[in-house]
């Protein structure tokens, strides 16, 4: 049978304000792109275009029903260990260390694991990290999970001190890494293969815009003030991304002034452990 992984789409929103300057550390940071996708490997999914015999061998990530339907197992270790091991080779040909998640990461619910994920990413390539995660910014974030779409911050009203900048992203995924994956290193155009809707050709705007989300910076999302802080909300529904895909979304909203009323912080995942 032939199974097509998954769906993407992105959303960017912009505070109207000057370009602030880019500090970076290592890797590919916004502006800049990756020149080509990054496949992964060890292969811990179904791959896009590929046929599987029904009871033949199968990614870790999957595994075949007494029916012969596929059937994701997303927290089984094998499925963890591989997409930490193709996250970390991706990483490499940045030249970026790999890392390491929380010891609780499995504990953690989907916005908590997809701040950790964003994190992982920026603060290894010198950005700085989103706080934290906000209740309220999750129920926008859930908002679009379940209608599988882009979330959306419709006013900067909506939110203490927002400055009405945000970036969001949705996904149909197995897990908050393989989302990060496919956001971070898939993101680019691969023709016929290609899973970013929104990459409609080589060099098209679309193409990479999830992974430049993750990383928006000052080229991405300019400070109108001094200083600005970025802050999520994450959004999960367990199957409902289509095809045994479970649906993730994340928002990610610039305010000015030091963020408050964070339940989760990037600094409670470095306390348990995570290192970039």
Not at 14 to 21: D, H, K, R, T
Not at 22 to 50: C, D, E, F, L, Q
Not at 227 to 253: I, P, Q, R, T
Request: one cysteine or more; a neutral charge; aromatic letters at 10%.
């Amino acid at each position: 049978m032939r199974v097509r992984p998954f769906v993407a789409t992105l959303a960017l929103g912009f505070a109207p304000c000057l370009v602030a300057s880019v500090v970076v550390a290592a890797g590919i940071v916004p502006p800049r792109n990756p020149s080509t996708n990054v496949n992964a490997v060890p292969a811990y999914s179904i791959v896009n275009n590929k046929s599987y015999v029904v009871n033949g061998p199968l990614p870790p990530c999957w595994r075949w029903s007494r029916s012969g339907q596929l059937v994701p197992r997303a927290t089984y270790p094998t499925c963890v260990h591989d997409e930490v091991a193709a996250t970390n080779r991706a990483r490499s040909s940045e030249g970026i260390g790999p890392l390491t998640l929380p010891k609780n990461f499995a504990r953690l619910s989907a916005p908590e694991q997809l701040l950790v994920m964003v994190d992982l990413e920026r603060v290894s390539r010198g950005e700085m990290p989103v706080v934290g995660v906000s209740a309220q910014l999750n129920q926008y974030a859930q908002q679009g999970a379940a209608a599988r779409r882009d979330p959306v911050l419709a006013s900067v009203a909506d939110y203490p001190d927002a400055t009405g900048g945000f970036v969001a992203n949705w996904a149909g995924a197995l897990s908050a890494l393989d989302a990060n994956y496919v956001w971070m290193y898939t993101d680019g155009w691969a023709g016929h293969l290609t899973d970013n809707y929104d990459c409609t050709g080589p060099g098209a705007a679309g193409c990479w815009g999830h992974r430049d989300n993750i990383l928006a910076n000052g080229s991405r999302l300019p400070c109108p003030t001094s200083s600005c802080y970025l802050v999520m909300g994450g959004g999960f529904v367990n199957a409902g991304g289509g095809d045994g895909f479970s649906s993730y979304a994340e928002l990610v909203v610039q305010v000015t002034g030091p963020p408050s009323g964070l339940y989760y912080s990037w600094a409670e995942a470095v306390a348990e452990g995570a290192r970039p």
